[in-house]
């Protein structure tokens, strides 16, 4: 069986593969805080019937020798971090992240993940949480009956509790952060999780060692550039149709071998 076959269905699965994780990028286009994903590939296995640096019968070495590949696969979708544009949105929980590290939230659980996307709310109990409920780590609480909130870029959230006039700290937001953000383990829900391959989480202040700031009343949307996204998309197409044209031409040779009069 013609190895052409087999390579080109290899390069139409990766490409395939491609399609489906641009396609998730662009659906995510409006997604809080999404951090698009690119695919990477590497070559397969060469059959090498003869080495570079062979020796040619009584000649010289043979400079190239002779290798022949067997298609492509799948090395990795690496998810890229680069910040999205924010958006003032006026409600003051909502949070963007400028620059370096994550929010921490537990889950039901009690496992923690981290997300990008700042948009928290009180709960009936004034305890911040996640659009699903899960609160924000380290927990803050806003009392009943208090207005005016704030976010600082530090992280101090400050409320005008009944009575008085003056602004007052009801908890401090911290962020995580990764050596290996790409290594966190997606789980849905714009959260993650952490991994052997991500490093072990490194929590600190906002504005402080390297951490980003926090901008209160705003949200960080998604990294995904529609136009990048759509041109990956036609490229991608075009690398499916010539893996099935490298297909179609070795069974018309075949054709053309098994027509033969002999």
Known sequence: MPRAL??????????QTNVDVIANNIANVNTNGFKRQRVNFQDLFYDTPQSPGVRNGDLGLNPTGTQIGNG??????PRIFTPGNVEETG???????????????????????????????PDADGRIVSPDGFYL?????????????????????????????????IGNVTLTRFINPPGLLAI????????????????????QNGFGMIRGGSLEKAN??????????????????????SIKTSDE??????????
């Not at 849905?188 to 991994?195: A, P, T, W």
């Open 6 to 15: 087999w390579t080109g269905a290899n390069g139409m699965v990766a490409q």
């Open 72 to 77: 492509v696969r799948l090395s990795g979708t």
């Open 91 to 121: 409600a003051p929980f909502d949070m963007a992240i400028d620059g370096d590290g994550f929010f921490a939230v537990t889950t039901n659980d009690g496992t923690l993940a981290y997300t990008r996307a700042g948009d928290f709310r």
């Open 137 to 169: 780590d380290p927990n803050i609480t806003v009392p009943q009956g208090s207005t005016q909130y704030a976010v600082s870029p530090s992280g101090e959230i400050s409320v005008i509790l009944p009575g008085s006039v003056d602004p007052q700290i």
């Open 188 to 207: 849905g829900r714009n959260l993650f999780l952490e991994s052997a391959a991500s490093g072990t989480p490194e929590t600190g202040d906002p504005a």
């Open 224 to 245: 995904v550039e529609v136009v990048t996204e759509l041109v990956n998309l036609i490229v991608a197409q075009r690398a499916y149709e010539m893996n099935s044209k």
């Open 253 to 262: 040779m075949m054709r053309t071998a098994n027509e033969i009069i002999r």
